[in-house]
């Protein structure tokens, strides 16, 4: 059975944690508590395909941003998450792609975009048409959710498996060389 490692990225309160206790436990967390570092490991399976997900969730705030780059280095593929209702969340993650491929030293890495917070249309303040643009200019797919009512939450975790598979995060130099001399 395959593991991957999940990286979930993006600012303070935009629902990270949310997204993956629901899909982890199925439930929705109500309450904010600002996460430091969270890990967690599910059994799925993709595309008839097995799986285990190795999932951490990340800090959003500030004060831990210098961690991201450990992070990045260990995750195999990435969650960047925005909060539909909150613009400043979006403005955010714009620098996020060029941190990932700068860490991880090349542009060919597994990333999914999701907006979050879509059973609250009512406080939309980006459109999905901007999510779609930047995912498009990021070269990745673009999925709308919401944690609290479940939906696409399943189908977040389970884009990332099927970009993994797909665009394992190999450099582009051509060499693709798995030997070790010991």
């Known amino acids: 059975m395959r593991e991957f490692k999940v990286v979930v990225l993006g600012s303070g309160g935009v629902g990270k944690s949310a997204l993956t206790v629901q899909f982890v436990s199925g439930c929705f967390m109500e309450k904010y508590d600002p996460t430091i570092e969270d890990f967690y490991r599910k059994e799925i399976e993709v595309d008839t395909s097995p799986c285990v997900l190795e999932i951490l969730d990340t800090a959003g705030t500030e004060q831990f941003a210098s ?14 998450v925005y909060s539909m209702t909150n ?11 060029d941190q990932i491929t700068r ?20 406080q939309r303040e980006v459109v999905t048409a901007d999510g779609m643009a930047l995912a498009h200019m990021w070269g990745c797919p673009f999925i709308e959710a919401s944690a609290k009512n479940r939906c696409n939450v399943n189908e977040v975790f389970a884009e990332i498996v099927r970009e993994m598979n797909v665009n394992p995060g ?9 030997c070790v001399l010991l």
Do not use: S, W
Not at 103 to 122: C, F, G, Q, Y
Not at 170 to 178: L, S
């Open 67 to 80: 961690m991201r780059d450990l992070y990045i280095r260990n995750g195999q593929g990435f969650v960047v």
């Open 87 to 97: 613009h400043q969340t979006f403005q955010d993650i714009k620098g996020m792609k």
């Open 103 to 122: 860490v991880k030293n090349t542009d060919r890495v597994p990333i999914l975009l999701v907006a979050n917070k879509v059973d609250l249309e009512h």
């Open 170 to 178: 190999k450099k582009d130099t051509g060499n693709y060389c798995c």
